[in-house]
C-alpha cells in the first residue's frame, strides 16, 4: 500500500486548483473513470491508483430549484437568494454546485426547465474564505 502520509491532500489539491482557476477530478488508472470531488481511491473500483486530472468545466444543466431556505453556509447569504442545480459533468460524474446565468424566480426557472438540458460551464465564485465552483448556464 502506498505511504498516504506522502500523498497531497486530494481536496486540499482540489481548492488550490480552484483558487489558480483550474477545475480538478480524480482519475482512476485500474478503471479509467473520473471521480469528483477528487478522491485518494476511486470512488467507482474502490482502486488507490488515482491522479489529478483537470477537468474540461463543461456540463449539462439536469435539474435547478431556487433557494428558498436560508442559505445553507454564511458564506453564502451574499449571494441569495441564488439557482442551486445538479450537473453532469462531461467526464460522467454528477455535482450540486450554485448555477449562474438564471434568476431564482419561478417565471425564470420555468423557461430553464422548458429549454430541457442546458449546457454550462464552470466558474470559480471568489468567497471571502475560499472558492467555490459553480456553473454558468449557456445564454
Ligand atoms: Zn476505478
Do not use: K
Not at 500523498?7 to 483558487?19: C, D, K, Q, S, V
Not at 482502486?47 to 454564511?74: E, K, M, Y
Not at 425564470?108 to 465552483?133: C, K, N, T
Amino acid at each position: 500500500m502506498q505511504d498516504l502520509a506522502q500523498r497531497p491532500g486530494a481536496i486540499r489539491a482540489y481548492y488550490e486548483g480552484l483558487a489558480a482557476g483550474t477545475f480538478l477530478g480524480s482519475a482512476c488508472g485500474a478503471c479509467g473513470r473520473v471521480s469528483f470531488p477528487p478522491t485518494a481511491c476511486c470512488e467507482h473500483c474502490g482502486s488507490w491508483d488515482v491522479r489529478p486530472r483537470q477537468l474540461s468545466g463543461r456540463a449539462t444543466l439536469l435539474f435547478a430549484s431556487h433557494n428558498i431556505a436560508p442559505a445553507c453556509h454564511p458564506r453564502f447569504a451574499a449571494l441569495a437568494p441564488y439557482v442551486y442545480g445538479h450537473l453532469r459533468l462531461e467526464e460522467g460524474p454528477i455535482v450540486q454546485a450554485i448555477v449562474l446565468g438564471v434568476l431564482a424566480t419561478p417565471e425564470d426557472l420555468q423557461r430553464l426547465f422548458d429549454r430541457g438540458p442546458v449546457p454550462a460551464r464552470a466558474e470559480v465564485l471568489r468567497m471571502d474564505d475560499l472558492p467555490v465552483l459553480a456553473f454558468r448556464i449557456a445564454a
